[in-house]
Nanobody, 125 residues
Framework: QVQLVESGGGLVQAGGSLRLSCAAS????????MAWFRQAPGKEREFVTA???????NYADSVKGRFTISRDNAKNTIYLQMNSLKPEDTAVYHC???????????????????WGQGTQVTVSS
C-alpha cells in the first residue's frame, strides 16, 4: 500500500508562484508513474501533469509553460513548480501514483491506484 502526502499549498496573488510536494511511502517509488490532478469547487477532477519513472513528462494545455513537474527517486518525492499562477488555477491539488504498465493515458484518473488527500491552492486576483 502506498501513502501519498501533499504539502506546499496556500494563498498566493495572481502572477505568483508556489511549489507543491508529494511524499510517497510504502511502495517501490521508482515503479510508479506520478501525476498531479486538481479539483475546483463544483467541477470535475482535472488532469494537470504526469511524470514517468524515467522522467518523461506530460502536461495539460492549460498549464504548459507555467507548471513544471519533477521527481526525486532518492527522496520518494515529486514536486510541482507553479509559476504565473492565475485565479483559475484555484483548486485542491492531489497527487496520484500508478504502476507504469497499468496507467494507460496519463490524463485518465482511473489508471492511478493511489491518491493523496490533497492540498489547497488559492490564487487571488
Amino acid at each position: 500500500q502506498v501513502q501519498l502526502v501533499e504539502s506546499g499549498g496556500g494563498l498566493v496573488q495572481a502572477g505568483g508562484s508556489l511549489r507543491l510536494s508529494c511524499a510517497a511511502s510504502g511502495g517501490t517509488f521508482s515503479r510508479y508513474v506520478m501525476a498531479w490532478f486538481r479539483q475546483a469547487p463544483g467541477k470535475e477532477r482535472e488532469f494537470v501533469t504526469a511524470i514517468t519513472n524515467s522522467g518523461s513528462t506530460n502536461y495539460a494545455d492549460s498549464v504548459k509553460g507555467r507548471f513544471t513537474i519533477s521527481r526525486d527517486n532518492a527522496k520518494n518525492t515529486i514536486y510541482l513548480q507553479m509559476n504565473s499562477l492565475k485565479p483559475e488555477d484555484t483548486a485542491v491539488y492531489h497527487c496520484a501514483a500508478g504502476v507504469d504498465y497499468r496507467v494507460g493515458p496519463y490524463p485518465n484518473a482511473g489508471g492511478y491506484d493511489y491518491w493523496g488527500q490533497g492540498t489547497q491552492v488559492t490564487v487571488s486576483s
